[in-house]
């Protein structure tokens, strides 16, 4: 049974370049919500998809910033444009149910550093 | 919005030894999550609450859901290296999302 999987793990990019996190739920998962965690702080919601329908984007900064889930395939978190200011770890989590009340389960993150 | 205010941010103690951290709040909570994470993982929750008043445990691991929906705090009883890692309160906000509290980390002595 593989647990969420996020690839890649670090992802090193430069000011003003794209970057790609990809997030494959548990299998029968059919939620997908992303995190960031800032160095020395607690996770702060992003975005809460479902298959092909982004449900709540409400955390996500209003440019640069964008997340799909396809019918097929990963979830994808794309940054575009990269800042210093995004350096971050990105955090996904799956549910086979919408909603936290079981506390999903988070995969290992992605850490990005933008130099 | 909702923040979780956990405490203390830090703690160093003996291998052996019982810990205690809490987490409040300005706004109720209907669900009160634990998570631990270890560095460059993930975290991995390791007790859920639903009732105030909960008292529920998970091996050494003892959690409680305050009375006034609030608040929570969690003890680890005789504390093992093993033990070491960041230790999240999470709050359940509507219905999708939870709320995290700063962590509070563990080291420990041997």
């Known amino acids: 049974n593989a647990g969420v999987m996020q690839n890649p793990r670090h992802l090193v990019r430069r000011r003003g370049q794209e970057a790609r996190l990809r997030c494959s739920p548990m299998k029968g998962h059919s939620h997908v919500y992303w995190y960031r965690q800032l160095p020395e702080e607690g996770l702060k919601f992003m975005v809460y998809?479902?298959?092909?329908?982004?449900?709540?984007e409400s955390g996500m900064p209003k440019e640069r910033f964008s997340a799909e889930f396809p019918k097929e395939g990963p979830s994808i978190l794309r940054i575009q444009q990269v800042v210093r200011g995004d350096s971050a770890a990105y955090f996904c989590a799956s549910s086979p149910t919408g909603g936290a009340y079981y506390g999903y389960t988070f995969g290992s993150g992605t850490r990005l550093t933008v130099v | 919005g909702q923040q979780l205010n956990q405490s203390p941010q830090s703690m160093f103690i003996q291998e052996g030894e019982d810990v205690s951290m809490n987490c409040t709040s300005s706004s109720i909570f209907n669900t009160w999550l634990w998570y631990k994470q270890d560095p460059g993982e993930g975290p991995v929750l390791l007790i859920a609450?639903?009732?105030?008043?909960e008292l529920t445990s998970n091996g050494r691991l003892t959690a409680q859901f305050g009375i006034t929906r609030k608040d929570s705090f969690l003890n680890i009883s005789a504390s093992i290296p093993s033990d070491v890692g960041i230790y999240f309160c999470a709050g359940q906000q509507g219905a999708q999302k939870l709320v995290f509290g700063q962590g509070t980390r563990l080291t420990i002595n041997p």
């Open positions: 609450l639903y009732k105030a008043g």
């Open positions: 998809l479902q298959k092909e329908n982004i449900i709540d």
